[in-house]
């Protein structure tokens, strides 16, 4: 085991951030997005040895944390938020205009289906192709651009970020 | 592919307030696998015991004998108490799960024709809460109160209200009261009173015998005017701001004004006055100068935590919210917990803390737009539901 930590060690040092902000934008909640992350990397570790040989083990990382999602929002008590201590330090920044922006955007995706979102969060945000998308959710290639366009569309029709967008182009 | 939305998207998220370390996740897989032992040897030792009679209780549902685990204790308390107007006052009262913004029960009064009282709910231990009921009629335009009771009600491991029971001595008869502190053990009650035209006091209740001990002001000298009660010294000593105003002519130790003061022996009872300085608010300084519109003392009494309003440079009205820590001793901040940016103007709603200090809930943003209802989570605001505070009035956990 200690023989792959490093390896994994790095892997996490790399990649939590992008994996956290992934998992923000499926659940709407840093508290969880951060438990999300650190259950499929306590469930990737075991298996790192094999999953390093993969071409990109990420996708496997990203799997477990799709499916670990999914089996939370089948659950009524989605356990434990985790323990904080006293603050630290301040938020810096117009944050009144970042909160609206985060209560709209996360209001949206929060109105888009389960697997709509992890398409729409995957393809869009962390870029991976239809076909890496559809390894992650292990679904067609053809139900993840089907998905796909019904999520923009629903996206695109919503106020909240119909809006955003508009000002975003100005 | 769609870089709108991309950056839509990553303006939304922002960067995770914390870090997933290494040493988390070792430290995960390690109780994972503990888990899966302990799961193991209770499925050995279950199979072996078949054919021993297994005491009942055993199987009891989880939060069937009342009160959240201790486990939540370790993080930011499973359910809030909050109200909420829907329509029009004076709203509704419920119970919410905080990871799931579920509502998962209604806080009623139990006493026939009485309401819950503004802000009227005081946590002691994040499954324990007081409720201040009261009775009133119609005097007139105003409403007089015509009775005041104190309730306490626990929460089951599933959020749910287990009954009321009226507190020893909770009968205050015709006063009126706001919000109240209780100690985390649940032992003592604070409670701000007025009746009449008579000036305010403190009440503090022992919730186990029922004593009443009263601080009051004395006509004719210095009148305090006490809010914000909160306790220190884990439950020993009891913090307030006051607002002092000096008799005509002039008392020679009176110092009028914004000032922090605390009662060493709050159980005893006597005169307001002779409660001890802690700090002026003259004396503050940096972040936590401003209108102070909310406060407390951290349960260890090592430093207030202010809620300061400020003015940008050059404007008029109120644009920045600070919740700040500071020295008791000096008025200086020793930390900004929070700054919020409201541009011209604040909505503010509440502000609240668990009995531990720890967890502090703030409902306040700009004047128009979302009100972000959170609470303070590393320098941010971790969303409570719903996440726009604009019709909550109070919350407490």
New interface residues.
């Given amino acids: 085991m200690d023989a792959q930590?490093p390896g994994?060690?790095q892997f996490?040092?790399a990649r939590?951030?992008a994996?956290?902000?992934t998992a923000?934008?499926l659940t709407g909640?840093?508290?969880?997005?951060?438990d999300l992350?650190?259950?499929a990397?306590?469930r990737a570790?075991?298996r790192w040895d094999r999953i390093r040989h993969r071409d990109d083990p990420e996708i496997y990382v990203r799997r477990v944390m799709l499916n670990t999602w999914s089996t939370w929002t089948r659950r009524r008590?989605?356990?434990?938020?985790?323990?904080?201590?006293?603050?630290?330090?301040?938020?810096?920044?117009?944050?009144?205009?970042?909160?609206?922006?985060?209560?709209?955007?996360?209001?949206a995706l929060q109105s888009l289906s389960q697997r709509q979102r992890a398409v729409l969060?995957l393809?869009?945000?962390d870029?991976l192709s239809e076909a890496q998308v559809a390894e992650v959710l292990d679904c067609p290639a053809g139900t993840v651009k089907s998905t796909m366009s019904r999520a923009?569309a629903q996206?695109r029709a919503d106020p909240r970020?119909a809006d955003?967008?508009e000002r975003?182009?100005r | 592919?769609?870089p709108?939305?991309?950056?839509?998207?990553?303006?939304?998220?922002?960067?995770?307030?914390?870090?997933?370390?290494?040493e988390?996740?070792?430290r995960?897989?390690a109780r994972?696998r503990r888990t899966e032992w302990a799961t193991g040897t209770a499925a050995v030792v279950l199979l072996a015991g078949l054919g021993i009679v297994l005491p009942g209780h055993l199987f009891a549902p989880r939060g069937s004998t009342g009160g959240v685990s201790s486990?939540?204790a370790?993080?930011?308390p499973?359910y809030y108490v909050q109200t909420i107007i829907n329509q029009q006052p004076p709203g509704v009262t419920v119970v919410r799960?905080?990871?799931?913004g579920k509502v998962t029960d209604t806080v009623r009064c139990p006493w026939p024709k009485s309401q819950i009282v503004d802000e009227g709910v005081a946590p002691a231990d994040g499954s324990t809460f007081f409720l201040a009921c009261q009775r009133s009629r119609r005097a007139g335009p105003q409403f007089v109160v015509t009775g005041t009771r104190i309730y306490w009600f626990q929460l089951t491991g599933l959020g749910r209200i287990q009954g009321y029971s009226l507190v020893p001595g909770g009968n205050l008869g015709p006063v009126s009261t706001f919000r109240m502190a209780a100690t985390p053990d649940g032992t003592q009650l604070a409670i701000p009173v007025t009746q009449g035209k008579a000036p305010p006091s403190v009440l503090v209740l022992n919730t186990r015998t029922g004593a009443h001990a009263v601080w009051r002001n004395i006509p004719g000298t210095a009148q305090f005017g006490p809010a914000d009660l909160s306790w220190a010294r884990h439950g020993r000593e009891l913090a307030f701001r006051v607002t002092v105003t000096c008799p005509p002519g002039g008392a020679g130790q009176c110092v009028s004004g914004q000032q922090w003061r605390v009662l060493r022996h709050p159980a005893t009872g006597g005169q307001l006055a002779s409660s001890k300085l802690l700090v002026l608010k003259s004396q503050f300084t940096g972040h936590a100068l401003g209108y102070i519109n909310d406060s407390m003392i951290t349960p260890d009494g090592s430093a207030l935590i202010v809620v300061a309003l400020h003015s940008p440079r050059g404007a008029s009205t109120p644009g920045n919210i600070?919740v700040v820590k500071v020295d008791p001793a000096t008025g200086h901040p020793i930390?900004?917990?929070?700054?919020?940016?409201?541009?011209n103007g604040v909505s503010y709603e509440f502000f609240s803390s668990d009995p531990s200090?720890?967890?502090m809930i703030l409902d306040a943003?700009?004047p128009q737009?979302?009100n972000?209802n959170g609470w303070?989570?590393?320098?941010?605001?971790?969303?409570l539901t719903p996440?726009?505070g604009r019709n909550v009035v109070y919350e407490a956990w």
């Fill in positions: 930590v994994f060690a996490v040092a939590e951030r994996l956290q902000r923000w934008l909640d840093w508290a969880l997005a951060e992350v650190q259950t990397l306590v570790w075991p008590w989605r356990g434990e938020k985790p323990a904080a201590d006293v603050p630290e330090h301040a938020a810096t920044g117009d944050l009144a205009a970042e909160v609206a922006v985060r209560l709209a955007v996360r209001g969060v393809r869009v945000y870029d923009l996206l970020v955003l967008l975003k182009v | 592919m769609d709108q939305l991309r950056d839509l998207l990553q303006t939304a998220v922002g960067d995770p307030p914390r870090r997933v370390t290494i988390a996740v070792r995960g897989v994972r486990s939540a370790t993080g930011a499973r799960a905080t990871a799931t600070d930390r900004v917990l929070l700054h919020l940016n409201t541009g200090g720890r967890f943003g700009p737009g979302a972000p303070i989570d590393h320098g941010r605001l971790a969303l996440a726009n």
